[in-house]
């Protein structure tokens, strides 16, 4: 459900589960976060993108039932560290609908590259959940003063939305979203560039990160403990059969 490949010295990582609208089961996620730290130091950088109508519909919501909140946010919070540990550039190939906590994810990303067919979707707040992946200091750096807004308005935005907000950087035909996804990576690794030394000095201090996933811990055991995410998540589930 996750294929590894290579496009010149660009690796291309493909999530594949398209029935499923390429959602993260929790083995997914383990193997996700394992893909981007094995390649992460090697090549020219890395493009993750999805097969299908769908980037990621997020979390696998019938197989994380009776499973802990806590666990399953540790796991999203350790695909943003992986990708903020590399000392390559990371590009997202928005190729379908992002949702949850496969949007919140791209946050963390150096670039957000979407086809016509992209969008971003937030539900966290409308189902009780808390959002994750750093994403309560990220979302901040990304589209600044409308953060808050399209939390709470549990917002869903299509391609020129997204663009418009930021979480886009641009839109591309579908059918040449990865090449320019993997050539904006080679653009900014031709030889003599100081990438490497700019990516520790422009992405977020992992120290902030790491509060921020501290916080967001905090936040899922509140709703978790209330009960308001489990009835949330049943109902989410429920519609989404």
Known sequence: MIDVSTRGEVTVITLRRPD?????????RLRLA????????????????????AFCAGEDLHEAAGKS????VETFHDLTRAVLETSVPVVAAVNG???GGAAEWTLCFDSRIGSPSAGYF?????????ISNASSLL???VVGGKALRLVLDT??????EALAAGLLDEIVPPETLVEAAAGLVERWTEPGTATAVHLRLLRPALDDVERAFARETE???????????????????????
């Open 139 to 141: 979302l901040h750096r």
């Open 155 to 160: 917002a869903r935005l299509d391609a020129d």
């Open 69 to 72: 909140l806590l666990e399953e």
């Open 20 to 28: 499923k609208l390429n959602a993260l089961t929790s083995d997914m």
């Open 97 to 99: 609908l992002a949702v």
């Open 34 to 53: 394992a893909a981007v730290r094995e390649h992460g130091h090697g090549g020219r950088g890395i493009v993750v993108t999805g097969e299908g109508r």
């Open 122 to 130: 937030l539900p966290e707040n409308g189902i009780g959940l808390s």
């Open 219 to 241: 936040a899922a055991r509140e709703v978790e403990e209330s009960g308001i995410a489990k009835d949330g998540m049943r109902r989410f589930a429920t519609r989404a059969r």
